[in-house]
């Protein structure tokens, strides 16, 4: 692809930390160390995907891939909280298709303008001391750390958004079409591949119906197979409503005309067999200069024989899609963090405790204080944790990982 258009980019999100709680006391005049009052730090800020009609391409992720979300402030003492870190709202264009760049997984569809997808959560603010006093901890000496924000790798691919798809050989007179019948300018020479980049055109005819018309790069034989540039091609013809196959009625050195139909219907078929089914005008083009007789259709964008009526029928071809097809539904999926806590056996003496709740308790404590490796001891219990490892067969001296912290299990009496 040209410098200036970019369908295809990598994508790392780092989401705000969270700020630290605060450890504080009152000084009430002549008592030293009154109640806790430290606060809480604040929310790491989230970084959100937007689709946005007026961003053409991925462009502005191929040298600079790295989208970094503001941190919480750390909690203060008089029970003064952390103010949360701003969100982050990352623009792309309509039609762009996002997965787990190691996995593959789709995660979200963000077909229509305003489409918004959270890709990166910002962490949890940790809680000040004042949070944890009770009638037993009248005083409690820590706090909670703040939560890191989640960092990925994410996979972006734009899939165009358009009302027609312009789909022939190279050089078979899209880009002279798409000129003609639109205000898009698309770079024009007599060679093949001359087009390395999809072109947008709004076509506006007085009485008829507005539609968009994209100028697909010209495919060969086997691009379905990834010949050429096929895939990167052929995949912006999903989205169509309607396909116009435009063959070349000029060109002695290629195939005939009935020829290029075949081999153009059986790619498309190759690579997704429900292009098929959509609607389709089939039309020769370059009838000013023909050697091949057809009987179709026939344009010519020199003097502008049969645009019109060309025009008119994608105009009706495009409404009537419209009518029968829902708008493009953009898809955003959620899976939920595994709650609460699962054991995993790592071997005869090794187990790993997973879930976000049994991972926050000790990513958010100071596990170097004695009081704090106290309190994550009892949240650990209410989750219920020490009866799991139990029905898992852990007995005295094991060892227990949650995250990156281990520790030994002990039987309860």
């Not at 909670?144 to 960092?151: L, T």
């Not at 197979?225 to 895939?231: A, D, N, V, Y």
């Not at 013809?237 to 009935?258: F, H, Q, S, Y």
């Not at 502008?304 to 409404?319: A, H, N, P």
Request: negative net charge; hydrophobic residues 40%; contains cysteine.
């Amino acid at each position: 692809m040209s410098s200036g258009f970019v369908d295809e980019a990598q994508l790392n999100v780092q989401a705000g930390d969270g700020g630290a709680g605060c450890v504080s006391f009152r000084r009430e005049g002549p008592v030293a160390f009154g109640g806790p009052n430290g606060g809480d730090g604040g929310k790491g800020g989230d970084i959100w995907l937007i689709a946005d009609r007026n961003v053409a391409s991925l462009l502005a992720f191929k040298d600079h891939p790295h989208r970094k979300a503001e941190s919480g402030v750390h909690g203060q003492g008089k029970d003064m909280h952390g103010r949360r870190g701003k969100d982050l709202e990352v623009h792309v264009p309509e039609g762009t298709v996002v997965t787990d760049l190691y996995t593959g997984e789709l995660l979200a569809d963000l077909a229509n303008h305003g489409d918004r997808w959270m890709c990166a959560g910002g962490g949890r603010g940790g809680r000040g001391n004042a949070k944890f006093a009770s009638n037993r901890r009248r005083a409690p000496t820590f706090a909670e750390q703040g939560e890191h924000g989640e960092e990925k790798w994410l996979k972006l691919e734009l899939k165009l958004m358009a009302d027609v798809a312009l789909v022939g050989f190279p050089n078979v007179g899209k880009s002279t079409l798409i000129s003609v019948i639109s205000a898009a300018k698309p770079k024009i020479a007599n060679y093949p591949f001359t087009t390395l980049e999809p072109n947008l055109g709004v076509v506006r005819y007085p009485g008829l119906t507005e539609f968009v018309v994209a100028d697909i790069p010209g495919l060969i034989e086997g691009a379905s197979e990834g010949k050429g540039l096929g895939h990167q091609f052929l995949k912006h013809i999903e989205r169509a409503r309607v396909l116009c196959i435009m063959v070349d009625l000029e060109d002695i050195e290629g195939p005939p005309p009935e020829e290029q139909v075949r081999i153009l219907l059986h790619e498309l078929g190759e690579y997704q067999p429900e292009l098929l089914e959509r609607p389709r005008l089939v039309v020769g083009t370059k009838s000013d200069s023909a050697i091949f007789d057809w009987d179709g259709e026939m344009i010519s964008s020199i003097t502008q024989q049969g645009i019109r009526e060309l025009v008119s029928k994608l105009s009706e071809l495009v409404f009537e899609a419209r009518q029968s097809q829902p708008a493009n539904e953009g898809i955003v999926i959620i899976r939920p963090e595994q709650e609460g806590a699962m054991v995993e056996r790592l071997g005869d003496n090794e187990f790993r405790l997973q879930g976000r709740q049994v991972e926050r308790i000790v990513a958010l404590n100071d596990v170097t204080t004695p009081e704090a490796l106290t309190y994550i001891d009892y949240a650990l219990k209410r989750l219920g944790v020490p009866r799991m490892l139990a029905r898992a067969g852990a007995r005295d001296g094991d060892i227990v990982w949650i995250a990156s912290f281990s520790f030994e299990y002990q039987e309860e009496a």
